[in-house]
Each structure stands twice: as C-alpha cells, then as structure tokens.
T-cell receptor
Framework: DTAVSQTPKYLVTQMGNDKSIKCEQN?????MYWYKQDSKKFLKIMFS???????INETVPNRFSPKSPDKAHLNLHINSLELGDSAVYFC????????????FGPGTRLLVL | KNQVEQSPQSLIILEGKNCTLQ??????????LRWYKQDTGRGPVSLTI?????NTKSNGRYTATLDADTKQSSLHITASQLSDSASYIC??????????FGTGTRLKVLA
C-alpha cells in the first residue's frame, strides 16, 4: 500500500504557466511537508502543515502556495513558473512535529522549459 | 551561522567493507539530528533520529553516533551491500520547526 503518494510523477511545462502538484498520505499523520531538491541534490524544506494549519513557511517566492483541504492532503500550486523552479518536489508526512519520523513520497520531477 | 557539513562528499567501497560517514554542525539551539538514505530517483528514507541525550542509535547495519559537545555525528555502515549505494543526508533540527540539511555523501558499493 502506498503511504505517501504524489501526482503527477513527471511534469514538463512552459515558463509562465500555472501548475499544481498533489500529495496524499494514508498513514493517519497530522503533519505534512513540501520539500524541494535542486539539481545538486540539495534538499530544502518549503512548507509544513500540522492539522491543516501552516507551521513552517520558509523563504519561498509567493508564487508557491500550499493548500491543505484535510489532514491527508497537501497540495502545492505554483504560479507563473520560472526556469529556476525546475527541481524534484517531495511531499512527506509525520505523526506530529518534533522527533517523529518523516515518510517521503516518490517525488514529482518538474521541468520548466 | 547554522550549517551542516558532511564528509566525504563521495565514497567508493567494496562490498562487505565497513564505512563511516561524518556530519558536523553548528546549529543552535539543537533539537535533534536525523540521517536519511536516498536511493537514486526515490524519496529519502529515515534511518535514525537522535536527540541531545542520545549517543548511539542503530537500525540494522546502520549505527549513528552523536557527540553533542563537539557537534559531530557519524553514520557507520557495517558489512556493506550493493543496495547501500545511495546518498546519505544528515539533517539537524533547530528549535522545533527549522530543518537544516547537509549536502549529503554519495556512497557507491562495488561488487
């Protein structure tokens, strides 16, 4: 059974477009995260929601907007895509914040042309 | 400045050998330190999480150590297998919500 799933797996789009990435977890966790991994494989956290409330909002362009319709879902909407947005985006979840283990999804590979 | 430095950047070892990866940090206040394994094309998988009071934690053939005084951690892999080939990432949590990532060590295990 898939614990943390993301759609789509691959996303190729033109500069200036708006796109969304979806994430769902079936682990019953209260906390979900979005990470970005650049071409040098450097991971960086973007956002985190706990019980549908935004708790982490790193320095990210406001073109990125997370939305959590319920505890099992955390979507990422990106407006006016730029070349530098090309990266792998990972969703993750954990039971709670703190020392809880985070479980990552398979990633969404975004390529902006 | 809050930093997490990992060494070596890359490592090649023969199957069956042991190896040790290093993580030095300057993060304060320290909350916990995590080691992740990331296979190519996949999401990271948690190996260990250690808090300030923990010195050692094991997960199968993986053993992590933490010296909070010197702000150093190591990940020791025993009897390496081909499937250990991956990137290993050290992450230090500052306070409750601030995650500081290392740049990772790429390990290649050869038959």
């Amino acid at each position: 059974d898939t614990a943390v799933s993301q759609t789509p797996k691959y996303l190729v789009t033109q500069m200036g477009n708006d796109k969304s990435i979806k994430c769902e977890q079936n682990l019953g966790h209260d906390t979900m995260y979005w990470y970005k991994q650049d071409s040098k494989k450097f991971l960086k956290i973007m956002f985190s929601y706990n019980n549908k409330e935004l708790i982490i909002n790193e320095t990210v362009p406001n073109r990125f907007s997370p939305k959590s319709p319920d505890k099992a879902h955390l979507n990422l909407h990106i407006n006016s895509l730029e070349l530098g947005d090309s990266a792998v985006y990972f969703c993750a979840s954990s039971q709670d914040v703190g020392t809880e283990t985070q479980y990552f999804g398979p990633g969404t590979r975004l390529l902006v042309l | 400045k809050n930093q997490v430095e990992q060494s070596p950047q890359s490592l090649i070892i023969l199957e069956g050998k042991n190896c040790t990866l290093q993580c030095n940090y300057t993060v304060s206040p320290f909350s916990n330190l995590r080691w992740y394994k990331q296979d190519t094309g996949r999401g990271p998988v948690s190996l260990t999480i250690m808090t300030f009071s923990e010195n050692t934690k094991s997960n199968g053939r993986y053993t992590a150590t933490l010296d909070a005084d010197t702000k150093q951690s190591s990940l020791h892999i025993t009897a390496s297998q081909l499937s250990d080939s991956a990137s290993y990432i050290c992450v230090v949590t500052k306070g409750v919500y601030k995650y500081i990532f290392g740049t990772g060590t790429r390990l290649k295990v050869l038959a």
